[in-house]
């Protein structure tokens, strides 16, 4: 496993920008694929998106898709969650989580590393 730790999160206007942070310590960490999930309130916890262990490939779903961009440094050990355009339906708690493999996502049981989540607050 990997230990991970989120940064970024915070209050931003509707329409505004966030860069999250996933800061990984451990084994290999160009060995995991790397996702974002959110929690909101009340709700069950979401994929958001994921990418591949080189960066090459990453996947969004459609809630999100054009408007969000996952990227990673495996030379810093970093994945990053870029937010634009962000809608107050966004609010959520935030988590990074690695899987091992080489595909960019997987099922929520395959991530057995999650960092402890960041707070995004969207306000209209």
């Known amino acids: 496993q990997v230990q991970l730790v989120e940064s970024g999160g915070g209050l931003v206007q509707a329409g505004g920008s966030l860069r999250l942070s996933c800061a990984a310590s451990g084994r290999t960490f160009s060995s995991y694929a790397m996702g974002w999930f959110r929690q909101a309130p009340g709700k069950e916890r979401e994929f958001v998106g994921g990418?591949?262990?080189?960066?090459?490939?990453?996947y969004y779903v459609d809630s999100v898709k054009g408007r969000f961009t996952i990227s990673r440094d495996n030379a810093k050990n970093t994945v990053y969650l870029q937010m634009n355009s962000l809608k107050p339906e966004d609010t959520a708690v935030y988590y990074c989580?690695?899987?091992?493999?080489?595909?960019?996502?997987?099922?929520?049981?395959?991530?057995?590393?999650w960092g402890q989540g960041t707070q995004v607050t969207v306000s209209s």
């Open positions: 990418i591949n262990w080189s960066g090459s490939n990453a």
């Open positions: 989580a690695a899987a091992e493999g080489y595909a960019p996502y997987y099922p929520l049981y395959d991530y057995d590393s």
